[in-house]
């Protein structure tokens, strides 16, 4: 509100430069968006000559043929039962990790939070050789154990930094007179801290979620079994070294990124909510 205000009170030549860069911003943002869902109806050659134009005779094929050729199917359920899976593992262990870290005030807590914090600086790239050579030796290679346990640890150390911010925001003394009328710690977290911090369950799920949708290295690493590759996989096998099936592999394109734009539309108020009622705040 107070920079839509801020906004209002400026000069109108500010206001008209400030409208056209936004404007300007939501094309370049939409338009890739937009062109890859009408050029996904086009078929190869088409897309090749006239690679911005409309399609001519908008067609179905490419979905199809995508579907049936790159088993859109079992990848689709793959996505879903990773992102799943990692994301409610993830968010219980972050919750139980920040109500342990900021409720429960032992020596080596400031230890562990900069453990999780210097987390936030690991790269997949950096570990994915030691992380594969410790996935053979622990026999999970080619699982879908192998694939949700890097998915849970590399989304933990952000989830917990957001989590901790606001669990260290509920009141003590809250808690501390539910201990006084003889209430456990695992009631004190299950009835209390997890229905306080829904707001932040909602953003670290929605970060979570999208960044396990979109991740593509791990599965392509740790899996060689067709039936356990997930969506980004499965959509590269349309892209060779001596020809690219442009239309099959932005039909499959479109096909990975519905799901996923469809989440965000429902769900992104409470990704606002989550950020604005505290998960950044200290």
Request: charged residues 10%; aromatic residues 14%.
């Amino acid at each position: 509100m107070e920079n839509g205000s801020a906004l209002r009170k400026a000069p109108l030549s500010w206001r008209i430069v400030s409208y056209i860069l936004m404007l300007l911003f939501a094309v370049l943002t939409i338009f890739p968006l937009v062109w890859l869902g009408y050029s996904s109806l086009k078929p190869n050659r088409e897309i090749m000559q006239h690679p911005l134009a409309l399609p001519q005779a908008p067609t179905l094929y490419n979905y199809v043929t995508a579907w049936e050729m790159a088993g859109m199917g079992p990848a689709l359920f793959n996505s879903v039962f990773y992102s799943v899976i990692s994301t409610a593992l993830g968010i219980f262990i972050a919750l139980a990790a920040a109500y342990g870290l900021s409720k429960f005030h032992f020596k080596s807590s400031n230890f562990f939070i900069s453990a999780f914090a210097l987390g936030l600086m690991l790269t997949v790239h950096a570990v994915i050789i030691p992380l594969f050579l410790v996935e053979v030796r622990l026999g999970i290679v080619n699982t879908r154990l192998g694939i949700i346990l890097p998915y849970v640890a590399f989304s933990l150390p952000m989830s917990i930094m957001i989590a901790l911010s606001y669990v260290r925001s509920i009141p003590d003394a809250l808690l501390e007179s539910a201990e006084i009328d003889g209430a456990k710690y695992r009631y004190i977290f299950w009835r209390m801290i997890v229905p306080l911090s829904t707001p932040v369950i909602a953003t670290m799920g929605i970060l979570s979620f999208l960044g396990h949708w979109n991740e593509f290295l791990f599965v392509f690493v740790f899996t060689s079994s067709q039936a356990l590759k997930s969506l980004p996989p499965a959509i590269t096998i349309f892209a060779g070294k001596r020809m690219t099936e442009y239309g099959l592999q932005y039909a499959a394109l479109v096909i990975g990124f519905l799901p996923m734009l469809v989440f965000y539309i429902a769900f992104h108020s409470h990704l606002i909510k989550g950020f604005g009622e505290g998960a950044l705040k200290e």
